[in-house]
């Protein structure tokens, strides 16, 4: 160790390695004496990427590897090559190894789609010597060989009406090659839409469809991006016993940013991080448990990679102790009544600097009662009398701004959005700030929402009411959020009522909760606002769901049903709050 890589701290006077100096040679490891000196790396490029798409343009090192019967979950940042990945594994993209030159000139293009058979075999003959001597070599020589078939669940199944045509029953019935559609339309809770046209179905009738479609198809592999979109957590886990019942016979590998369901359905996961839209690295596989906490620690101990400079921990909430002066607007009993569905509402109170989560099935009346506190539909029974500002962040945005995310910013934060607490606290957390001058028009699905909810925030308000929020964000991007609402509320003593879907974002944000149940489309009843424990306890009590919390980090862990630790949950009454 050169003397010159060696500063004094100012505070200790003791010597410390100068991080903008140091070449990292390494020696200094091996010469001190009493091993206090480690060195961890930062991500970076490796060599002989698997797939790049042009000149400076983005790779992807490593494969995800296929298991037969397994479930393998893939979880990483939006941009850092998920989705690349799913499309070589699945045949729909033929990787170049870094060679992008030789193969553009050769192919035209890189989709399998553009080359003739004898081609394609060749290709795949070079990409399975490539990956000699590992599991991927027996794949890609399957591939080659034209003896694996594979079947892919789209990401954005809302572009499914664009594509297809007729009866949900019509669309299964052509598909179903394993002869099993009735029984999934069972499975699926789908009997009561058979006869609605695809244009009539909501997000989660479509992303349901999306995965019934895919598991009647006879194939060796299927692969399921984002299975949970759209469902709420009742639907998700019933989605995810599903998907692992078809793993007993099948390869699977799923794309999943809901760290409890993916926990739930995945028997081992590999990380994908580096730098989005720049390049992609795909980590070793780990076991379900080791992966997903791995990823929250932001640091992979057998590369010895630090991804992210922060762990996220997930601490357990005591119920704060309130008073009348606390509070910000108390409601009576509410009704609302359509022609088809009736909506009623426990009377309650809302305090100053809480996190409200609303959780319950879909089509039970959550967003109507958000629409009600904002002052967008009235009651048919009961008033909710308050004198507060309201800034509402809707379930589905549009997109009619004719501008970018800077003016749309600034005509709702006007000149706040130069100061640097909004940078801060608004844009850095969303990462926004190299998007600001991107069209709105022209953004993507979770940019757009990320748009919206820093449009939401930016408004001078009391009260904020966010409509699943973590709709098309990635899980650092929904845990990020979750950290800057909370934030948020409590540094400006101001309150937030967030309706969500996924469990470990609602655990992460909230200090109590709202939920609903009923029947979906038919009625719908809402408590009052509960700790968040009490809360998550008798909502998880009706679905017959229990939820252990990790040792290590403190996340929710959805339990295998009838497992011993469900068993032991339930005799003790604790669905959720349990360390086991």
Known sequence: MGDETVIFSEDTKRPIISEVLCSGCGICIHKCPFGAVHIVNLPEELENPVHQFGPNSFRLYRLPMPKEKTVLGIIGQNGVGKTTAIRVLSGDLIPNLGKFDELAALLGEFSTQSVSAKEKAERYEVISRYFRGSELQSYFERMQEGDLKVISKPQYVDKIPKVAKGTVEEVINKVDERGIGDILFKKFGMEEVRERELY??????????????????????????????????????????????????KMVITIEHDLAILDYLSDYVHLLYGMPAVYGIVSSPMGVRVGINTYLQGYIKDENVRFRSEEIKFVLKTPKERSSKDELFTYPALKKSYPNFTLDVVGGTVYNGEVISIVGPNATGKTTFVKMVAGMEEPTEGDIQKDIDISYKPQYIKRDFDGSIRELLFAVAKKDIYESWYKTEILNPLRLDQLLDNMVGELSGGEMQRTAIAACLSKKADLYLLDEPSAYLDVEQRLAMAKMVRRRMENEDTTAIIVEHDLVTTDYVSDRTIVFSGKPSVNGTASKPMSLRNGMNAFLLNLDITFRRDSENGRPRANKRFSQIDRKQKEMGEFYYATI
């Open 200 to 249: 009539d179905l909501s997000g989660g009738e479509l992303q349901r469809l999306a995965i019934m479609a895919s598991i009647v198809r006879d194939a060796d592999v299927y692969y399921f991006d984002e299975p949970s979109s759209y469902l709420d957590i009742n639907q998700r886990l019933n989605v995810a016993k599903i998907i692992r019942d078809l793993a007993k016979e």
